[in-house]
């Protein structure tokens, strides 16, 4: 089979291509990129006025399986995905029962491989169980299959812990990547220590308890020569203690999500459960310290944490509400609305975020256009305006704060091996 992608406006960050070009697919390969391809194909898609990009790289998702697929599961978490242009995830392993021994890492590829719109890889536990103990072993998860090994949703309680995951991570070249939250600083909260904390009654929790944290796990990093990612960055002094890491030559990198630079504290007004997360939205100058991360390279990648729960478990009362909210079908929206919309970064810079630089942190030949690379691809109006609808989502969750929200980029179609998994209706 062939496809021929036209007209379209493609931006591959990987090559410094940006530019007004065709795309010849076969068999699912990426056979040719220039001007005015005239060879035949047996199918055509006219992408006048649209970005052809790679498809998009999420570094964090949860998809609930196995254990928790009433919320989410391997199918709907990909069709998710694909409606969002994201071709590539990786999941986390804190499911039911956690993925800390090779055999449900098999399980997850395995069945992704068979069941998935999408390339689904996962990481594996940083200890077994999830319980902070004992260290997983290692080099059998990254032998079946992990591309990291977390233990997201709770942080490596002790030191000692961190520095011994660090050192075995060395040896299997695998990224430690790391949930950094100091519980005690924690202490029962429920939404970022501020004014809106205070103004509706409930605990907050401090933004040291991530940035107390990251230090830790930076610092001894550095000190064992580690290789670590810092998950889901939310916090001004985060930010700088990672950018000081950077500047020292700690192998660091880091994410931070799309919440995180277009939402504030605020959003949690009325007691809004679909804005309760952990690390939790925080306030004006965190967002600014956010977005200059982004600018200036201290924040090496854009992922969701997508984060599916039943309404039953968001329809409560704040403090005991789960924590977490849905991203992948709005990912790139919120990127192009509050990033390149407002000029604060470029449409390539956000692609690159989204794509090749998270591909490289785990190492995935995916996130690039290239000749001969698999055609994994999302082609997008980034001026096209809609209005975010939750009951269209694909997601078997709703758990989104945007909804209502009007953003910028609309995705028309989303392929994978060049293969169409998704088309706008």
Do not use: W
């Amino acid at each position: 089979m062939s496809l021929l992608i036209k007209n379209g406006y493609v931006i591959d960050p990987k090559n410094n291509i940006s530019d007004n070009l065709d795309i010849l697919i076969e068999n699912g390969v990426i056979k040719e990129i220039s001007k005015d391809i005239e060879k035949s194909a047996d199918e055509v898609i006219d992408a006048d006025g649209m970005v052809v990009a790679p498809g998009l790289v999420d570094l964090h998702v949860h998809f609930r399986e196995p254990g928790y697929e009433y919320k989410e599961d391997i199918v709907t978490g990909s069709l998710a995905a694909a409606h969002g242009g994201v071709t590539s995830v990786v999941c986390m392993p804190n499911t039911n029962p956690p993925i800390d021994n090779a055999a449900l890492v098999k399980f997850v590829t395995g069945k992704s491989k068979n069941e998935a719109k999408i390339n689904v890889y996962t990481t594996g536990c940083i200890t077994k169980g999830l319980k902070g103990a004992e260290l997983s072993e290692i080099g059998e998860l990254k032998e079946a299959g992990a591309v990291g090994i977390s233990d997201d949703g709770r942080p490596v309680p002790t030191p000692s812990l961190m520095r011994r995951a660090l050192e075995y991570s060395k040896m299997f070249d695998i990224p430690v990547m790391s949930h950094s939250e100091d519980l005690d600083l924690v202490d029962s909260g429920s939404m970022n220590e501020g004014y809106m904390s205070t103004y509706l009654g409930l605990r907050g929790i401090p933004k040291a308890a991530e940035s107390v944290a990251i230090a830790r796990d930076v610092l001894i990093a550095e000190e064992v020569s580690g290789r670590i990612h810092i998950c889901h960055v939310s916090t001004k002094n985060s930010i700088d203690v990672i950018r000081q890491a950077k500047a020292r030559g700690v192998n660091v990198t880091c994410e931070t999500a799309p919440h995180y630079f277009s939402l504030t504290e605020r959003a949690v007004d009325g007691f809004n459960t679909n804005a309760k997360m952990n690390p939790p939205l925080r306030d004006d100058d965190d967002v600014k310290a956010v977005i200059e991360g982004l600018k200036d390279g201290t924040i090496d990648a854009i992922a969701t944490d997508h984060a599916p729960h039943h309404i039953d478990e968001k329809n409560i009362e704040f403090d005991l509400a789960a924590n977490g909210i849905i991203g992948l079908e709005t990912s790139l929206s919120v990127g192009i609305t509050y990033l390149v919309k407002t000029g604060e970064l470029t449409i390539e810079e956000l692609i690159a975020k989204m794509t090749c630089v998270p591909a490289e942190i785990i190492k995935i030949d995916k996130g690039t256009l290239g000749v001969g690379k698999s055609a994994d691809i999302v082609i997008f109006n980034p001026d096209e305006e809609y209005t975010v609808d939750v009951n269209t989502f694909a997601s078997k969750s709703k758990n989104s704060p945007y909804n209502n929200y009007k953003l910028n980029g609309v995705v028309y179609k989303t392929l994978v091996d060049g293969k169409v998994v998704y088309t706008k209706n």
